[in-house]
Protein backbone atom coordinates (compact mmCIF):
# COMPACT_ATOMS: atom_id res chain seq x y z
CA UNK A 1 0.00 0.00 0.00
CA UNK A 2 2.54 2.26 0.97
CA UNK A 3 4.43 2.23 -2.60
CA UNK A 4 0.94 3.56 -4.04
CA UNK A 5 1.62 7.20 -2.01
CA UNK A 6 5.22 8.12 -2.21
CA UNK A 7 4.11 11.92 -1.51
CA UNK A 8 3.02 10.88 1.32
CA UNK A 9 5.63 10.60 5.08
CA UNK A 10 6.18 7.47 6.99
CA UNK A 11 3.71 8.85 9.54
CA UNK A 12 1.14 9.46 7.13
CA UNK A 13 1.87 5.57 5.44
CA UNK A 14 1.74 4.34 9.25
CA UNK A 15 -1.38 6.07 9.63
CA UNK A 16 -3.08 4.10 6.26
CA UNK A 17 -1.74 0.72 7.61
CA UNK A 18 -3.38 1.38 11.20
CA UNK A 19 -6.57 2.04 9.32
CA UNK A 20 -6.49 -0.91 7.36
CA UNK A 21 -5.99 -3.13 10.29
CA UNK A 22 -8.90 -0.86 11.95
CA UNK A 23 -11.42 -2.09 9.14
CA UNK A 24 -10.68 -5.70 9.94
CA UNK A 25 -11.79 -4.73 13.75
CA UNK A 26 -8.35 -4.50 15.18
CA UNK A 27 -8.34 -2.15 18.22
CA UNK A 28 -5.13 -2.17 19.20
CA UNK A 29 -4.29 -0.19 15.83
CA UNK A 30 -7.23 1.88 16.71
CA UNK A 31 -5.53 3.01 20.05
CA UNK A 32 -2.37 3.80 18.31
CA UNK A 33 -4.54 5.75 15.99
CA UNK A 34 -5.64 7.49 18.88
CA UNK A 35 -2.83 7.74 20.79
CA UNK A 36 -1.24 9.28 17.76
CA UNK A 37 -3.65 11.96 16.79
CA UNK A 38 -5.96 12.78 20.12
CA UNK A 39 -3.54 15.36 21.25
CA UNK A 40 -4.44 17.31 18.30
CA UNK A 41 -7.79 16.60 17.51
CA UNK A 42 -8.60 18.08 21.22
CA UNK A 43 -6.46 21.06 20.74
CA UNK A 44 -8.22 22.13 17.37
CA UNK A 45 -11.68 21.43 18.16
CA UNK A 46 -10.78 23.37 22.02
CA UNK A 47 -9.58 26.60 19.83
CA UNK A 48 -12.93 26.06 17.62
CA UNK A 49 -15.26 25.98 20.45
CA UNK A 50 -13.32 27.69 23.25
CA UNK A 51 -13.62 24.57 25.82
CA UNK A 52 -11.39 21.93 27.14
CA UNK A 53 -14.19 20.16 28.52
CA UNK A 54 -16.69 20.08 25.29
CA UNK A 55 -13.50 19.90 22.95
CA UNK A 56 -13.31 16.71 25.09
CA UNK A 57 -16.06 15.53 24.69
CA UNK A 58 -16.37 16.20 20.78
CA UNK A 59 -12.72 14.80 20.13
CA UNK A 60 -14.33 11.46 21.64
CA UNK A 61 -17.17 11.62 19.03
CA UNK A 62 -14.26 11.75 16.13
CA UNK A 63 -12.76 9.12 17.24
CA UNK A 64 -16.09 7.15 17.54
CA UNK A 65 -16.74 8.10 14.33
CA UNK A 66 -13.25 6.98 12.82
CA UNK A 67 -13.77 3.81 14.23
CA UNK A 68 -17.84 3.53 13.03
CA UNK A 69 -17.14 4.81 9.56
CA UNK A 70 -13.13 3.01 9.31
CA UNK A 71 -14.77 0.31 6.80
CA UNK A 72 -15.59 3.58 4.71
CA UNK A 73 -12.31 4.56 4.48
CA UNK A 74 -10.50 4.97 1.53
CA UNK A 75 -6.83 6.38 1.30
CA UNK A 76 -6.94 9.14 -1.17
CA UNK A 77 -5.61 12.02 0.91
CA UNK A 78 -3.84 11.61 3.97
CA UNK A 79 -5.62 10.25 7.25
CA UNK A 80 -5.20 13.54 8.95
CA UNK A 81 -7.28 15.38 6.33
CA UNK A 82 -9.99 12.72 6.87
CA UNK A 83 -9.74 12.78 10.12
CA UNK A 84 -9.82 17.05 10.39
CA UNK A 85 -12.71 16.50 8.39
CA UNK A 86 -14.67 15.02 10.77
CA UNK A 87 -13.58 17.16 13.64
CA UNK A 88 -15.14 20.04 11.87
CA UNK A 89 -17.98 18.29 10.85
CA UNK A 90 -18.45 17.78 14.57
CA UNK A 91 -17.30 21.18 15.72
CA UNK A 92 -19.74 22.98 13.37
CA UNK A 93 -22.59 20.94 15.02
CA UNK A 94 -21.76 21.75 18.17
CA UNK A 95 -21.56 25.37 17.32
CA UNK A 96 -25.07 25.44 16.11
CA UNK A 97 -26.63 23.55 18.79
CA UNK A 98 -24.40 26.46 21.39
CA UNK A 99 -26.35 29.41 18.98
CA UNK A 100 -30.19 27.48 19.36
CA UNK A 101 -29.16 27.73 23.14
CA UNK A 102 -29.08 30.92 25.18
CA UNK A 103 -25.52 32.22 25.11
CA UNK A 104 -23.41 30.91 28.50
CA UNK A 105 -20.60 33.47 28.90
CA UNK A 106 -17.93 32.55 26.29
CA UNK A 107 -15.39 35.33 27.71
CA UNK A 108 -15.25 33.03 31.22
CA UNK A 109 -14.98 29.65 29.04
CA UNK A 110 -11.91 31.21 27.05
CA UNK A 111 -9.90 32.72 29.89
CA UNK A 112 -10.92 28.86 31.74
CA UNK A 113 -9.21 27.23 27.92
CA UNK A 114 -6.53 29.86 28.16
CA UNK A 115 -5.88 29.18 31.68
CA UNK A 116 -5.65 25.55 31.89
CA UNK A 117 -3.17 25.80 28.61
CA UNK A 118 -0.88 28.31 30.30
CA UNK A 119 2.47 26.42 32.22
CA UNK A 120 3.13 28.76 35.25
CA UNK A 121 6.55 27.25 36.05
CA UNK A 122 8.98 29.51 37.19
CA UNK A 123 7.09 32.80 35.68
CA UNK A 124 6.03 35.92 38.08
CA UNK A 125 2.60 36.26 38.84
CA UNK A 126 2.43 39.56 36.48
CA UNK A 127 3.81 37.49 33.80
CA UNK A 128 1.29 35.28 34.20
CA UNK A 129 -1.60 37.28 33.90
CA UNK A 130 -0.54 39.12 30.85
CA UNK A 131 -0.04 35.67 29.32
CA UNK A 132 -3.37 34.33 30.71
CA UNK A 133 -4.98 37.56 29.40
CA UNK A 134 -3.13 37.77 26.52
CA UNK A 135 -4.14 33.67 25.57
CA UNK A 136 -8.03 35.03 26.26
CA UNK A 137 -7.89 37.95 24.10
CA UNK A 138 -6.91 35.77 21.36
CA UNK A 139 -8.99 33.29 21.65
CA UNK A 140 -11.69 35.88 22.22
CA UNK A 141 -11.05 37.07 18.98
CA UNK A 142 -10.95 33.93 17.32
CA UNK A 143 -14.62 32.76 18.88
CA UNK A 144 -15.47 36.19 16.74
CA UNK A 145 -14.69 34.74 13.48
CA UNK A 146 -17.21 32.85 11.45
CA UNK A 147 -16.22 28.95 11.93
CA UNK A 148 -15.32 28.80 8.14
CA UNK A 149 -12.52 30.79 8.74
CA UNK A 150 -11.85 30.11 12.47
CA UNK A 151 -11.04 26.48 11.11
CA UNK A 152 -9.19 27.49 8.77
CA UNK A 153 -6.71 30.00 10.71
CA UNK A 154 -6.20 26.96 13.64
CA UNK A 155 -5.50 24.33 10.90
CA UNK A 156 -2.66 26.68 9.62
CA UNK A 157 -1.73 28.40 12.66
CA UNK A 158 -1.64 25.99 15.47
CA UNK A 159 -1.77 22.49 13.01
CA UNK A 160 0.74 23.33 10.23
CA UNK A 161 -1.60 22.16 7.54
CA UNK A 162 -0.96 22.91 4.24
CA UNK A 163 -3.49 25.24 1.98
CA UNK A 164 -3.88 22.09 -0.06
CA UNK A 165 -5.14 19.86 2.88
CA UNK A 166 -7.11 23.08 4.49
CA UNK A 167 -9.05 22.99 1.06
CA UNK A 168 -9.81 19.12 1.15
CA UNK A 169 -10.87 19.15 4.89
CA UNK A 170 -12.76 22.51 4.10
CA UNK A 171 -14.21 21.51 0.71
CA UNK A 172 -12.60 24.95 -0.80
CA UNK A 173 -10.06 25.52 -3.44
CA UNK A 174 -6.57 26.67 -2.74
CA UNK A 175 -7.41 30.52 -3.57
CA UNK A 176 -10.37 30.38 -1.63
CA UNK A 177 -8.29 29.25 1.45
CA UNK A 178 -5.93 31.97 0.85
CA UNK A 179 -8.58 34.21 0.73
CA UNK A 180 -10.60 33.02 3.88
CA UNK A 181 -7.32 33.40 5.80
CA UNK A 182 -6.44 36.65 4.56
CA UNK A 183 -10.47 37.87 5.75
CA UNK A 184 -9.49 35.80 9.11
CA UNK A 185 -5.95 37.17 9.62
CA UNK A 186 -7.51 40.85 8.95
CA UNK A 187 -10.44 40.23 11.73
CA UNK A 188 -8.34 39.00 14.14
CA UNK A 189 -5.39 42.38 13.92
CA UNK A 190 -8.87 44.72 13.99
CA UNK A 191 -10.12 42.48 17.16
CA UNK A 192 -7.18 42.96 18.74
CA UNK A 193 -5.79 46.36 18.01
CA UNK A 194 -6.76 47.63 21.01
CA UNK A 195 -5.72 44.77 23.01
CA UNK A 196 -2.35 44.63 21.51
CA UNK A 197 -1.91 49.07 21.32
CA UNK A 198 -2.00 48.75 25.35
CA UNK A 199 0.65 46.94 25.51
Not at 2 to 7: G, I, L, Q, V
Not at 120 to 128: C, R
Not at 146 to 151: A, E, K, L, T, Y
Request: glycine share 4%.
Amino acid sequence: MSENFPEFSAADRQDILWMNCVKQGDMDAFECLVEAHQAKVIGTVAKMLGDVGDAEDVAQQVFTRVWSSAARYEPSARFTTWLFTIARNLAFNELRRRNRRPASSLDSEAAECAFQVQDSHAKLPSNILIEEETAAAIQKAIDALPPVQRMAVILRRYQDVSYEEIGKILDLSVPAVKSVLFRARTELREQLRDFLGDE
